[in-house]
T-cell receptor, first 114, second 115 residues
Framework: DADVTQTPRNRITKTGKRIMLECSQT?????MYWYRQDPGLGLQLIYY???????NKGEISDGYSVSRQAQAKFSLSLESAIPNQTALYFC?????????????FGPGTRLTVL | AQKITQTQPGMFVQEKEAVTLDCTYD???????LFWYKQPSSGEMIFLIY??????QNATEGRYSLNFQKARKSANLVISASQLGDSAMYFC????????????FGTGTSLTVIP
């Protein structure tokens, strides 16, 4: 079983709809992240959380919100989706106990906003 | 200013040859980590190698090595003995330990291994 799972894997929605992307992990990591990937732009950090009570904005948080329901769950919401939010979204986790803080990525969610 | 710069949008290498993918970074934080990830056409992100800013030796992981030149702020990835399965996008990333622990990714280099 995958250590970091994302649901749904693909989603097509319409402008103005509310969308929630979910991420679950079985790695026991405290740190979780949401990124979006656009062609030619690499990954951009949307939000990150270092524990259940900690939420931080990343580079491009406008238009997004998150919820850290438990150590293992971190969801990303688009309250009113717009076409330029069409992208590939990745959830990631990391564990800083080893000092390296290597990120482990989920398989990605491909979101299309029409 | 860009935190991570990858100046090679596309690279080609002959199978079994070595290839270097360039990465330069910008930070004033003395404590940071540098990472390389591989993204095949299937889309998943695969961790390859890590270098800490205080590490004295260049990191190596199998066929991957990181040419870390701290004064030049470069962290080039060297892949030796290229294989067809190495064809993918490669991303350089940095984590600044002292300033919010954010990760920054470069725009990536597309590597194609030619048989």
């Amino acid at each position: 079983d995958a250590d970091v799972t994302q649901t749904p894997r693909n989603r097509i929605t319409k402008t103005g709809k509310r969308i929630m992307l979910e991420c679950s992990q079985t790695k026991g990591h405290d740190r979780m992240y949401w990124y979006r990937q656009d062609p030619g732009l690499g990954l951009q950090l949307i939000y990150y959380s270092f524990d259940v009570k900690d939420i931080n904005k990343g580079e491009i948080s406008d238009g997004y919100s998150v919820s850290r329901q438990a150590q293992a769950k971190f969801s990303l919401s688009l309250e009113s989706a717009i076409p330029n939010q069409t992208a590939l979204y990745f959830c990631a986790t990391s564990d800083n106990r080893a000092g390296k803080d290597e990120q482990f990525f989920g398989p990605g969610t491909r979101l299309t906003v029409l | 200013a860009q935190k991570i710069t990858q100046t090679q949008p596309g690279m080609f290498v002959q199978e079994k040859e070595a290839v270097t993918l360039d990465c330069t970074y910008d930070t004033s934080d003395p404590s940071y980590g540098l990472f390389w990830y591989k993204q095949p056409s299937s889309g998943e992100m695969i961790f390859l190698i890590y270098q800490g800013s205080y590490d004295q030796q260049n990191a190596t992981e199998g066929r991957y090595s990181l040419n870390f030149q701290k004064a030049r702020k470069s962290a080039n990835l060297v892949i030796s003995a290229s294989q067809l399965g190495d064809s993918a996008m490669y991303f350089c990333a940095m984590r600044e330990l002292g300033t919010g622990n954010q990760f920054y990714f470069g725009t990536g280099t597309s590597l194609t291994v030619i048989p």
